[in-house]
């Protein structure tokens, strides 16, 4: 029965010519919901690579599975069948301990919500994962100061998230996620609470990660002019990936995009 | 495929915690706040009961060396004039220390030796068991067994054949057993019968004895004798067989002394006198008068001083009116000498041959005079031994009064301190009504389960409480993990949380529940509370609590802590 519910799998590799390593790879990942009596396949088995370095958009309207994928490859959930590489090791293997582990120094997480802590300083966030890490805290707030530099907080290190305004917020979320030198950062809507002009600093910001630190970055998104800075895209529907569209094709469907989406 | 360079995620040290911690209970101080408040309560009651059981005990404690100079003087009372039952007598014998006062004295009575007093020491342990068995049946059970037999009676009763054989017949109808086995109990009972005549040896010899201490002790109450005689004279109680240790004779005359001079304080009340004018001194009418209100008055050198003045001036009113008697008579055979020599004198003049009738008249006049005179002592003559009636009536109530000011003073502070020992003693009485002393810290088995309950209570509201702050803090949380904290850190987290406000819940509650304590031992003890008070169990017991308030918080934040590390790291993506 599962084999038989594989529909409208896209073909998983984008580009064969691929000299980078790949650095997340999903095996026939599944994952099933089970409600009292019904179950919600959510996954129905997705087959997918994402390269080192690559900055991907991740696509589909609401209860298309986009969010279960996504925690999928972001360790915070386990599949139901099937397998998550997150550089080369099978997430589903890991215990709890291996997958804060995993979680503190090789993914980073940005929220549509920032999620910062409240009664905590803007360095204080910053530190945090470090503090789990268990780096210093003397190193920890000097490097808390440079990645504070780097998204352009560096005078702000002492505010409270209440004092700051929610671009500021997202891009001490942002440092915040660098902490450890992720090799991944999974990003959940980061603009979807801003407004377009900070959003904008945001994307900047993403793409000079991007670029600068060869940070992969993997994004669920609706916004168009992140669309457009991608690498690919994976359009998710209905459990699966329906389409992955290359750079190059970005450009001309920029217009189908919006007729993709039903919000 | 590579090999796994994923590690165990490093654990936070204490410090990181804690500091975590603090930085999160100051955000949230309100929730914190009630947290704290439902620990303090909990604590605070378990201090409160616990001090409070602490006090009475050391006041109950400390009452019985204030009370034991009396009760021994009341003790020695009872001796020499109440001879005791059988029942009494099986009391003693049962719990009698061998070699002791009591086993010299009932050696001397019976003219026993120390086996045959062995022996009625194990007889009278039995009897006891016994007599709890006996005791605990009622009138429809016993009635068949022993006919109307009760008491020591009962083992009389049992001695003939035939009510023996009915005994047997009729016991295996009962529902409660014998203490022993029916053997045992037939020879105890004809270990009963032969020492008998040992009991009533020694009943006998301290009725003999009891008898000679009366002629030694005379008219007056013993209290009047232990107050007023020598040491030695006492002491001769020592040849009718009572064992009186030498220290004890002080305290005893000390004590008998010191009731002696109250009552000797009271009695000047019957005197009318005294009575009137210590309602004119303290503002009051005479019915008002009581004991209380003389002794207040009389606690002080002032108004011992009077009380002194008025009671010599009441013994001085007899013989002043005995003088006045003495002077009247003396006026009036005077008066009469008069009386005689002028009606000499009269028959004289009027026999002579030419009466000077100016002579005359001056003798008659004279005459008449003393006549007159005469007539007016014999009235004050006819009214003064009423008034001496009176007086003497007055003084006898205060004719022992023999002591000063200073002995006044010490007899009103002896009478005060009684009263407030009363006070306290029936305080204690009430406190510990229910109250069993073995029982853990001196706790009733009500206590213990109105203490019990508390925690319960205290720990479903810490646990709501934390519940709350879990709920709130789904997000911070699931970020949390998401960052890399593992499961560990965040129950560790909250159970650190828990334990900080249960101290800061405990110290509270602890100094709350010691001044609580504290009062209501003052309210119930007065001042025996504090000059008793326990500190350093006190201290002891504050600790206790302050351990117990942490260690509730634990308890009750691991149900909290456990949803909030079992929380999926997803819950962070959650929009509300």
Not at chain 2, 339 to 345: A, F, G, L, R
Not at chain 2, 367 to 382: D, I, M, Y
Not at chain 2, 558 to 573: F, T
Request: net charge negative.
């Amino acid at each position: 029965m599962e084999e038989s519910t594989t529909t409208s799998t896209a073909p998983a590799t984008g580009r064969p010519d691929e000299e980078k390593p790949v650095i997340i790879r999903t095996r026939d990942l599944k994952k099933h919901y089970i409600m009292g009596e019904v179950t919600t396949k959510a996954l129905r088995g997705i087959d997918s690579e994402v390269h080192r370095g690559e900055f991907i958009s991740i696509l589909g309207p609401s209860g298309s599975g986009k969010s279960t994928f996504f925690n999928m490859i972001g360790g915070l959930d386990s599949p139901t069948a099937g397998r998550v590489f997150i550089d080369e090791v099978d997430v589903a293997q890991l215990n709890a301990v291996e997958l804060a582990f995993l979680r503190c120094r090789k993914i980073g997480y940005i929220f549509q919500t920032y999620n910062l802590v409240q009664y905590m300083t803007c360095i204080e966030n910053v530190t945090v994962p470090m503090a789990f890490a268990g780096v210093d805290p003397d190193e920890a707030r000097e490097r808390g100061m440079r990645l504070l530099d780097l998204v352009g907080l560096k005078e702000r290190w002492f505010h409270k998230p209440i004092e700051m305004s929610g671009g500021q917020q997202q891009r001490t979320a942002i440092a915040r996620s660098m902490a450890n030198n992720p090799m991944i950062l999974l990003c959940d809507e980061p603009t979807g609470n801003l407004d377009l002009k900070t959003g904008q600093e945001i994307h900047e910001l993403l793409v000079r990660l991007n670029k600068e630190h060869g940070v992969t970055i993997l994004c669920v998104t609706h916004d168009h002019r992140l669309i457009k800075l991608s690498d690919r895209i994976f359009w998710i529907r209905d459990g699966g990936i329906e389409r992955i569209a290359e750079q190059h094709e970005i450009q001309v469907e920029t217009g189908a995009i919006g007729g993709e989406e039903h919000e | 495929m590579k090999q796994i360079d994923v590690k165990n995620q490093k654990r936070l040290s204490m410090k990181r915690c804690f500091d975590l911690v603090i930085s999160g209970v100051q955000f949230r101080l309100f929730r914190a706040a009630i947290t704290v408040a439902i620990v303090a309560l909990a604590v605070a009651f378990l201090m409160t009961m616990l001090t409070e059981s602490l006090t009475a005990r050391e006041v109950a404690r400390a009452m019985e060396t204030e009370t034991a100079p009396r009760e021994l003087l009341l003790y020695w009372v009872d001796r020499v004039t109440n001879p005791m039952g059988p029942a009494e007598l099986t009391d003693e014998l049962a719990a009698i220390d061998v070699g002791g006062p009591r086993w010299r004295e009932f050696a001397t009575w019976g003219s026993l030796r120390d086996e045959q007093l062995t022996t009625l020491k194990d007889v009278a342990q039995s009897q006891l068991e016994y007599r709890e068995f006996f005791s605990g049946l009622d009138e429809g059970e016993i009635r068949p067994l022993v006919g109307r037999a009760r008491g020591h009676r009962i083992y009389e009763h049992l001695q003939t054949g035939e009510n023996w054989e009915r005994f047997v017949t009729e016991l295996p109808n009962l529902n409660t057993q014998l203490p022993t086995s029916q053997a045992e109990f037939e020879s105890f009972l004809s270990d009963w019968k032969d020492t008998q005549p040992l009991r009533q040896a020694i009943i006998a010899g301290q009725s003999q004895a009891i008898a000679k201490a009366e002629e030694v002790i005379g008219d007056p109450a013993p209290t009047e004798f232990f107050a007023t005689a020598e040491p030695e004279t006492i002491l001769q109680l020592e040849t009718f067989g009572y064992v009186l240790p030498k220290d004890s004779v002080e305290t005893i005359r000390e004590q008998a002394g010191l009731v002696r001079h109250v009552r000797l304080i009271e009695r000047t009340l019957m005197v009318g006198v005294i009575k009137n004018r210590l309602a004119g001194e303290r503002n009051a009418a005479t019915a008002e008068v009581t004991a209380d209100m003389l002794f207040d008055h009389v606690d002080g050198s002032t108004g011992a001083e009077w009380l002194v003045e008025q009671v010599t001036y009441v013994r001085q009113q007899p013989i002043e009116i005995r003088q006045r008697i003495e002077n009247v008579k003396a006026e009036l055979a005077k008066q009469r000498e008069i009386i005689t020599d002028k009606q000499e004198t009269l028959a004289e003049l009027q026999a002579a041959d030419d009466p000077d009738e100016q002579e005359i008249a001056s003798t008659k006049e004279r005459l008449a005079a003393a006549r007159q005179a005469a007539a007016g002592a014999q009235r004050k003559l006819n009214k003064l031994p009423k008034e001496l009636a009176a007086a003497e009536a007055d003084a006898q109530p205060v004719a022992a009064f023999d002591i000063g000011a200073e002995r006044i003073v010490t007899a009103a502070d002896y009478r005060e301190d009684q009263k407030s020992l009363r006070d306290v003693e029936s305080s204690i009485v009430a406190a510990t009504v229910g109250t069993s002393a073995s029982g853990f810290l001196g706790f009733s088995t009500r206590t213990m389960w109105l203490v019990i309950v508390s925690f319960v209570v205290c720990v479903v509201g810490i646990a709501n409480a934390m519940l709350m702050s879990v709920t709130e803090r789904f997000r911070e949380i699931a970020t949390m993990k998401c960052l890399g904290a593992t499961d560990g850190f965040i129950m560790i987290n909250f159970i650190l949380e828990s334990c900080m406000q249960g101290l800061a819940g405990g110290l509270i509650g602890t100094v709350l529940g010691l001044l609580l304590g504290l009062l209501r031992g003052w309210a119930g003890y007065g001042f025996m509370a504090l000059s008793n008070f326990p500190l350093s169990q006190v201290l002891a017991i504050g600790g206790v609590s302050l351990v117990m308030g942490i260690v509730l918080s634990a308890i009750a934040a691991v149900y909290p802590a456990w949803v909030a590390a079992r929380l999926a790291p997803m819950e962070a993506m959650r929009i509300e």
